[in-house]
């Protein structure tokens, strides 16, 4: 590659070489000819050219001022080629800066209308902007600062107005920039990285004083471009920001109003340029800083939540700068800028974060050096607070998410710039007032979702809950809101409320909101809310603290008043034990008339053995007074679901607060747990969902901040004195109807070392059930239900149907060996015996003494059979099972259908004592067969689980009684539904008649294989069954049909390959010797119809294959 040309440093020699394409160029003006001189003089280098400048713009002007049309091109070139020249050169004659800005401005503005820019190509806009940029820089001091003298006023007017006008009419983002960075230039605020006209504190004041004229327009049109389309990008708002900040920090300074006074009078002989200057007096300051103050709103108010990170730092930089220039001057807009310096104190961007924590320890270090100012200063901020609190009400409803986001977020902004002067400002009570309404109207909840109301708990749930606590917090029921929707919003509002109590004194805030709380029904929610956050703002949970670090605490003795008094108000009886549905209230009413102090019975142990007078326990006619008055306040006619919402809420907010409070405290929180752990195990056990859910996250929140690693390990920790009240409060039912609830929610997450010291409250209930079952049985029973489903969880029973094994392997042996000659020798054998021949060599056989059984002790041959002491699980089994046989007959349905799920509990605990089981299946099967048979479908469902669950158990036991009363009339509803189950629609699979059908044949085939029925009743069941293997069933059905027969082929695989045949024969079987008769099935021949797939499918399995080898 040839070494690069040096560039011409000789003048003369470079004059010579481009002498001839200037000459050219004027002579014939076109591009070509202008691209020949451009190419020449970047060969030339800069000293030299710069003797020679204006030898070469005036060919170069030349082509500019010769009137008549020009092409697009040859402008464009002229406009490259003369920012060649000025970028690399120095302006140094007025005449060559004024001609050729005149010249410039020419070129975009519209012949016709000067004022309005030419429809030009974007390209020539660029390259004209681009020169006018250079030709501002290259431009002397001196040069330059004569465009401010008044005799230019109407040039510099018409370029800034053309200017301003491509800012803010144009299309393109670039012709756009260019234009603002042009604008810059010209009132001497560029801050790129040339060199820049740095003008006296005099020349200071000329240039603010021209351009004083121009900053209405100038103002108002790039707030125009500010606040206009998005989509012009981030780059034009952000160099339209800086102009808007750099023109009022010129014209407005603070410096340069001061000498204002010494302004002289414009010059007689200017005529009517005179009339465009503007004195800057201070009626003129006033009306301009008001005017002002109106487009700062419209600028903060569409920049501050700015989606650009950039938009908003430049913001701050703004209010930096105003604030910094013109504190005195734009007295009205102190506040403006002080609300979009305190907005960005939470910005998402660290850079915006940090360049206004910066910016505002800036102002707050001027303000503490003007001397006696700090206290003005804090006097803003706390009015800005004021006002602010005042509107935040109206803003949240009327304004868009975006704009409540940033309002709050300058909310908080404020608290953190006054940091540990909030506490002074909110010893004002009109501040604090107004604050607390503020947040009581924003934090309103919506309390119309029916939802929250319908929605049940359900065991499992709790248990699931218990197993594992690491994703708790995702079952928690989101909270909705009547003025926002937005997560990020609720969040920035409780960061509010835990700044109050990180900054604020802890007791005057909570006093203040516990009023609130008290005072009215509409704030108590809130109010819960915002104490749950001040107490965790006070212990400096959640609060993003300042890098000095906090500049006051809360002693733990002030935390515990605090908390302490805010958790009594919580767990008070009025607050706490609200109404949540309204079957609650009609089941309390009831509960009230069954256990009235009349008729109360006391379940201690002290009672069983006292006589019947003493059985009555009297309760004081003052609490039973109290309990019926405010069971009639809430009785299901005036408890409308928006009540009930309302009080869901409410309890869900309160245990979220003993939560925060655990949290607060931390192992502190222990001494606490007294008052509290009770309370909230008894929301645990509560039905509706969304308060057992939120009880059940608080008990795990608890657990962690107290140092517990389990709900185990806190309920075990806890459980003498949680016992303590269980027991006293089951002997005053009337008082306490949740005794129960936290009894069940003890037994689902504790372990089996509680069962020793649960067990004589166990024996309570259970005496309780016999004196008076028709009266506790609803209350107790879902204890006995959580009682064995513990006991199974802690002492899991072994299989029960060992014995069946060595039967199904002999039978699976027999039939994968199966031989042919040895089977007639069985039938031949049994065929002689049958006529009396070879009986006696049987009978000799039978008649062979057995070897003696092993040596056994003396005591164990001759002593008394003392009956071996079950364990206490196995006992407390039996004692409920007995219960449970007593209530299989009870009228309510729900009950039966809790019952029958304990008793099924129960026969899986006891199958490892079989003989304690078979007395008790005895015993229970009068009434169990009552359910199956003459009951509820409901009820018939969860009955026929029990009998599945007594056969895998006691098989012999119930063979007869199944056979006898069971199939016939479970086979004739089978038989009777299946013509409707075929026929019916894809909504059948809802009814509670497909639900019992599918229960029936998924139990049917194991229960008939465990009984080991005999011929007749497995051939009833298998014509019952038939039916659903026909393709018109349901698929679910058809799958549970399959399974029936596919335990009937373990009973007795030769029966049912020939039942199946008989039904569809896919195969000829062709004899094996000529001798031998045909086999012939009713099956063979038959044409494809809806039950050759499953009958298909069920011969082609295994246990099939022996069979047809055989007859084969």
Same mark, same amino acid.
């Given at each position: 590659?040839?070494?690069?040309?040096?560039?011409?440093?000789?003048?003369?020699?470079?004059?010579?070489?481009?002498?001839?394409?200037?000459?050219?160029?004027?002579?014939?003006?076109?591009?070509?000819?202008?691209?020949?001189?451009?190419?020449?003089?970047?060969?030339?280098?800069?000293?030299?050219?710069?003797?020679?400048?204006?030898?070469?713009?005036?060919?170069?002007?030349?082509?500019?001022?010769?009137?008549?049309?020009?092409?697009?091109?040859?402008?464009?070139?002229?406009?490259?080629?003369?920012?060649?020249?000025?970028?690399?050169?120095?302006?140094?004659?007025?005449? &060559?800066?004024?001609?050729?800005?005149?010249?410039?401005?020419?070129?975009?503005?519209?012949?016709?209308?000067?004022?309005?820019?030419?429809? &030009?190509?974007?390209?020539?806009?660029?390259?004209?902007?681009?020169?006018?940029?250079? !030709?501002?820089?290259?431009?002397?001091?001196?040069?330059?600062?004569?465009?401010?003298?008044?005799?230019?006023?109407?040039?510099?007017?018409?370029?800034?107005?053309?200017?301003?006008?491509?800012?803010?009419?144009?299309?393109?983002?670039?012709?756009?920039?260019?234009?603002?960075?042009?604008?810059?230039?010209?009132?001497?605020?560029?801050?790129?990285?040339?060199?820049?006209?740095?003008?006296?504190?005099?020349?200071?004041?000329?240039?603010?004083?021209?351009?004083?004229?121009?900053?209405?327009?100038?103002?108002?049109?790039?707030?125009?471009?500010?606040?206009?389309?998005?989509?012009?990008?981030?780059?034009?708002?952000?160099?339209?920001?800086?102009?808007?900040?750099?023109?009022?920090?010129?014209?407005?300074?603070?410096?340069?109003?001061?000498?204002?006074?010494?302004?002289?009078?414009?010059?007689?002989?200017?005529?009517?340029?005179?009339?465009?200057? +503007?004195?800057?007096?201070?009626?003129?300051?006033?009306?301009?800083?008001?005017?002002?103050?109106?487009?700062?709103?419209?600028?903060?108010?569409?920049?501050?939540?700015?989606?650009?990170?950039?938009?908003?730092?430049?913001?701050?930089?703004?209010?930096?700068?105003?604030?910094?220039?013109?504190?005195?001057?734009?007295?009205?807009?102190?506040?403006?800028?002080?609300?979009?310096?305190?907005?960005?104190?939470?910005?998402?961007?660290?850079?915006?974060?940090?360049?206004?924590?910066?910016?505002?320890?800036?102002?707050?270090?001027?303000?503490?050096?003007?001397?006696?100012?700090?206290?003005?200063?804090?006097?803003?901020?706390?009015?800005?607070?004021?006002?602010?609190?005042?509107?935040?009400?109206?803003?949240?409803?009327?304004?868009?998410?975006?704009?409540?986001?940033?309002?709050? =977020?300058? #909310?908080?902004?404020?608290?953190?710039?006054?940091?540990?002067?909030?506490?002074?400002? !909110?010893?004002?009570?009109?501040?604090?007032?107004?604050?607390?309404?503020?947040?009581?109207?924003?934090?309103?909840?919506?309390?119309?979702?029916?939802?929250?109301?319908?929605?049940?708990?359900?065991?499992?749930?709790?248990?699931?809950?218990?197993?594992?606590?690491?994703?708790?917090?995702?079952?928690?029921?989101?909270? =909705?809101?009547?003025?926002?929707?937005?997560?990020?919003?609720?969040?920035?509002?409780?960061?509010?409320?835990?700044?109050?109590?990180?900054?604020?004194?802890?007791?005057?805030?909570?006093?203040?909101?516990?009023?609130?709380?008290?005072?009215?029904?509409?704030?108590?929610?809130?109010?819960?809310?915002?104490?749950?956050?001040?107490?965790?703002?006070?212990?400096?949970?959640?609060?993003?603290?300042?890098?000095?670090?906090?500049? $006051?605490?809360?002693?733990?003795?002030?935390?515990?008043?605090?908390?302490?008094?805010?958790?009594?108000?919580?767990?008070?009886?009025?607050?706490?034990?609200?109404?949540?549905?309204?079957?609650?209230?009609?089941?309390?009413?009831?509960?009230?008339?069954?256990?009235?102090?009349?008729?109360?019975?006391?379940?201690?142990?002290?009672?069983?053995?006292?006589?019947?007078?003493?059985?009555?326990?009297?309760?004081?006619?003052?609490?039973?007074?109290?309990?019926?008055?405010?069971?009639?306040?809430?009785?299901?006619?005036?408890?409308?679901?928006?009540? !009930?919402?309302?009080?869901?809420?409410?309890?869900?907010?309160?245990?979220?607060?003993?939560?925060? #409070?655990?949290?607060?405290?931390?192992?502190?929180?222990?001494?606490?747990?007294?008052?509290?752990?009770?309370?909230?195990?008894?929301?645990?056990?509560?039905?509706?969902?969304? +308060?057992?859910?939120?009880?059940?996250?608080?008990?795990?929140?608890?657990?962690?901040?107290?140092?517990?690693?389990?709900?185990?390990?806190?309920?075990?920790? =806890?459980?003498?004195?949680?016992?303590?009240?269980?027991?006293?409060?089951?002997?005053?039912?009337?008082?306490?109807?949740?005794?129960?609830?936290?009894?069940?929610?003890?037994?689902?997450?504790?372990?089996?070392?509680?069962?020793?010291?649960?067990?004589?409250?166990?024996?309570?209930?259970?005496?309780?059930?016999?004196?008076?079952?028709?009266?506790?049985?609803?209350?107790?029973?879902?204890?006995?239900?959580?009682?064995?489903?513990?006991?199974?969880?802690? #002492?899991?029973?072994?299989?029960?149907?060992?014995?069946?094994?060595?039967?199904?392997?002999?039978?699976?042996?027999?039939?994968?060996?199966?031989?042919?000659?040895?089977?007639?020798?069985?039938?031949?054998?049994?065929?002689?015996?049958?006529?009396?021949?070879?009986?006696?060599?049987?009978?000799?056989?039978?008649?062979?003494?057995?070897?003696?059984?092993?040596?056994?002790?003396?005591?164990?041959?001759?002593?008394?059979?003392?009956?071996?002491?079950?364990?206490?699980?196995?006992?407390?089994?039996?004692?409920?099972?007995?219960?449970?046989?007593? !209530?299989?007959?009870?009228?309510?349905?729900?009950?039966?259908?809790?019952?029958?799920?304990?008793?099924?509990?129960?026969?899986?605990?006891?199958?490892?004592?079989?003989?304690?089981?078979?007395?008790?299946?005895?015993?229970?099967?009068?009434?169990?067969?009552?359910?199956?048979?003459?009951?509820?479908?409901?009820?018939?469902?969860?009955?026929?689980?029990?009998?599945?669950?007594?056969?895998?158990?006691?098989?012999? #036991?119930?063979?007869?009684?199944?056979?006898?009363?069971?199939?016939?009339?479970?086979?004739?509803?089978? +038989?009777?539904?299946?013509?409707?189950?075929?026929?019916?629609?894809?909504?059948?699979?809802? &009814?509670?008649?497909?639900?019992?059908?599918?229960?029936?044949?998924?139990?049917?085939?194991?229960?008939?294989?465990?009984?080991?029925?005999?011929?007749?009743?497995?051939?009833?069941?298998?014509?019952?069954?038939?039916?659903?293997?026909?393709?018109?069933?349901?698929?679910?059905?058809?799958?549970?049909?399959?399974?029936?027969?596919?335990?009937?082929?373990?009973?007795?695989?030769?029966?049912?390959?020939?039942?199946?045949?008989?039904? $569809?024969?896919?195969?000829?079987?062709?004899?094996? $010797?000529?001798?031998?008769?045909?086999?012939?099935?009713?099956?063979?021949?038959?044409?494809?119809?809806?039950?050759?797939?499953?009958?298909?499918?069920?011969?082609?399995?295994?246990?099939?294959?022996?069979?047809?080898?055989?007859?084969?």
């Amino acid at each position: 590659m040839p070494p690069a040309m040096a560039q011409i440093s000789d003048p003369k020699i470079a004059f010579a070489y481009l002498r001839p394409a200037c000459v050219l160029l004027t002579r014939e003006p076109t591009a070509a000819n202008v691209g020949t001189l451009s190419g020449q003089l970047k060969e030339v280098n800069d000293a030299a050219l710069q003797q020679l400048q204006e030898y070469v713009l005036f060919p170069l002007r030349f082509v500019l001022k010769t009137p008549g049309p020009k092409k697009e091109k040859l402008v464009q070139a002229v406009a490259e080629t003369l920012s060649h020249v000025l970028e690399n050169t120095c302006v140094q004659s007025w005449e &060559t800066l004024q001609g050729l800005l005149s010249e410039l401005c020419l070129c975009l503005c519209c012949h016709n209308d000067p004022g309005k820019p030419a429809d &030009t190509s974007e390209e020539l806009k660029m390259a004209v902007l681009r020169c006018l940029d250079a !030709l501002l820089h290259a431009a002397y001091d001196d040069i330059v600062l004569k465009l401010f003298e008044s005799s230019m006023m109407p040039g510099l007017g018409a370029a800034v107005s053309l200017l301003l006008a491509l800012a803010e009419k144009e299309k393109s983002r670039d012709v756009q920039a260019a234009a603002l960075k042009c604008l810059q230039a010209l009132s001497l605020q560029c801050d790129c990285s040339r060199d820049h006209v740095v003008p006296s504190s005099k020349e200071t004041f000329a240039v603010g004083g021209t351009m004083a004229s121009f900053l209405p327009g100038i103002t108002m049109a790039v707030t125009r471009v500010i606040t206009g389309d998005l989509r012009q990008g981030h780059t034009v708002t952000v160099r339209a920001i800086k102009i808007w900040s750099r023109t009022v920090g010129l014209v407005m300074e603070d410096e340069q109003l001061q000498a204002s006074e010494a302004q002289t009078t414009p010059r007689q002989d200017l005529g009517r340029i005179g009339q465009l200057l +503007v004195r800057r007096t201070p009626d003129w300051l006033k009306a301009t800083a008001g005017k002002l103050s109106v487009l700062l709103k419209k600028i903060i108010s569409c920049t501050s939540a700015h989606q650009h990170w950039r938009v908003r730092l430049e913001m701050v930089e703004l209010s930096d700068h105003l604030l910094a220039r013109c504190s005195q001057s734009l007295g009205e807009c102190v506040g403006l800028l002080l609300e979009a310096l305190v907005g960005a104190v939470n910005d998402e961007e660290p850079q915006v974060r940090k360049r206004c924590e910066l910016a505002l320890a800036e102002v707050s270090r001027r303000n503490q050096s003007c001397g006696g100012r700090t206290q003005s200063f804090t006097d803003v901020l706390s009015e800005n607070l004021h006002s602010l609190a005042t509107s935040l009400p109206r803003l949240m409803r009327t304004s868009d998410d975006q704009k409540k986001l940033f309002v709050l =977020n300058v #909310f908080l902004g404020y608290l953190k710039v006054l940091g540990p002067l909030v506490s002074v400002v !909110l010893n004002s009570a009109a501040h604090l007032d107004r604050i607390s309404k503020a947040l009581m109207q924003v934090l309103e909840l919506d309390v119309m979702d029916i939802r929250i109301v319908e929605e049940r708990s359900y065991t499992a749930a709790i248990e699931m809950g218990s197993s594992t606590g690491v994703t708790h917090s995702a079952h928690t029921q989101r909270k =909705n809101f009547l003025y926002f929707t937005d997560d990020k919003i609720f969040s920035v509002l409780m960061e509010i409320c835990r700044a109050l109590g990180y900054y604020g004194d802890v007791y005057l805030l909570t006093d203040h909101f516990l009023d609130l709380y008290q005072q009215s029904s509409a704030y108590r929610k809130q109010a819960a809310m915002v104490l749950n956050e001040i107490v965790r703002g006070a212990a400096g949970i959640g609060v993003a603290t300042e890098s000095e670090g906090r500049t $006051h605490s809360v002693t733990l003795d002030d935390l515990k008043e605090a908390v302490t008094s805010v958790m009594e108000e919580y767990t008070s009886l009025r607050n706490w034990h609200l109404m949540t549905s309204s079957e609650e209230a009609e089941g309390d009413r009831q509960d009230l008339q069954f256990l009235s102090p009349s008729s109360l019975l006391s379940i201690s142990n002290s009672s069983i053995s006292a006589t019947s007078t003493n059985l009555l326990q009297l309760v004081p006619s003052s609490s039973s007074s109290s309990s019926s008055s405010s069971s009639s306040s809430s009785s299901p006619s005036t408890s409308t679901f928006h009540q !009930l919402n309302s009080n869901i809420w409410q309890l869900c907010i309160q245990l979220e607060g003993v939560a925060c #409070f655990a949290q607060a405290l931390g192992r502190d929180f222990r001494p606490l747990l007294m008052r509290s752990l009770y309370a909230v195990l008894e929301k645990a056990g509560e039905e509706t969902l969304a +308060v057992s859910q939120a009880a059940l996250c608080s008990m795990w929140d608890i657990s962690r901040a107290c140092g517990y690693d389990s709900l185990k390990e806190l309920i075990n920790d =806890n459980s003498d004195y949680l016992l303590n009240d269980v027991s006293l409060n089951l002997q005053r039912l009337s008082q306490h109807p949740q005794a129960p609830r936290v009894l069940t929610v003890m037994l689902t997450h504790s372990d089996s070392s509680l069962l020793p010291l649960v067990a004589d409250i166990v024996q309570d209930v259970l005496t309780a059930l016999d004196l008076s079952y028709e009266r506790t049985a609803a209350l107790f029973c879902s204890v006995l239900h959580a009682l064995m489903k513990a006991l199974a969880r802690w #002492f899991p029973s072994a299989p029960a149907t060992a014995s069946e094994s060595p039967r199904k392997e002999q039978s699976s042996t027999e039939r994968d060996v199966f031989d042919i000659r040895q089977f007639l020798l069985d039938q031949r054998r049994q065929k002689e015996l049958a006529q009396g021949i070879g009986i006696e060599e049987d009978l000799t056989d039978e008649l062979e003494v057995p070897p003696p059984a092993e040596c056994e002790d003396a005591e164990d041959l001759y002593g008394p059979d003392v009956k071996a002491e079950l364990p206490s699980h196995l006992s407390v089994t039996k004692d409920v099972m007995e219960r449970c046989i007593h !209530l299989l007959s009870d009228p309510s349905l729900r009950l039966r259908l809790k019952v029958l799920d304990v008793l099924e509990l129960c026969v899986r605990m006891l199958s490892e004592k079989e003989d304690e089981l078979l007395p008790m299946a005895h015993r229970c099967w009068p009434p169990l067969l009552q359910r199956l048979t003459a009951d509820d479908p409901l009820a018939v469902l969860r009955a026929f689980r029990v009998l599945c669950t007594l056969g895998e158990t006691c098989g012999d #036991f119930l063979r007869r009684r199944v056979s006898k009363e069971i199939l016939p009339k479970m086979s004739c509803s089978l +038989v009777r539904q299946a013509p409707i189950s075929a026929k019916a629609g894809p909504v059948y699979t809802h &009814t509670l008649a497909y639900k019992l059908q599918l229960a029936v044949l998924q139990g049917l085939g194991s229960l008939c294989q465990r009984l080991d029925l005999g011929e007749t009743d497995l051939d009833a069941v298998s014509e019952a069954c038939l039916p659903y293997l026909s393709c018109r069933q349901p698929i679910r059905l058809q799958e549970a049909s399959l399974s029936v027969f596919r335990h009937l082929i373990q009973v007795d695989p030769d029966a049912f390959w020939f039942t199946l045949n008989e039904v $569809h024969c896919p195969w000829p079987y062709r004899p094996p $010797h000529p001798d031998l008769p045909p086999v012939q099935l009713s099956g063979m021949g038959r044409q494809r119809d809806e039950f050759s797939d499953n009958v298909l499918k069920l011969l082609s399995e295994e246990e099939f294959r022996a069979v047809g080898q055989s007859v084969d």
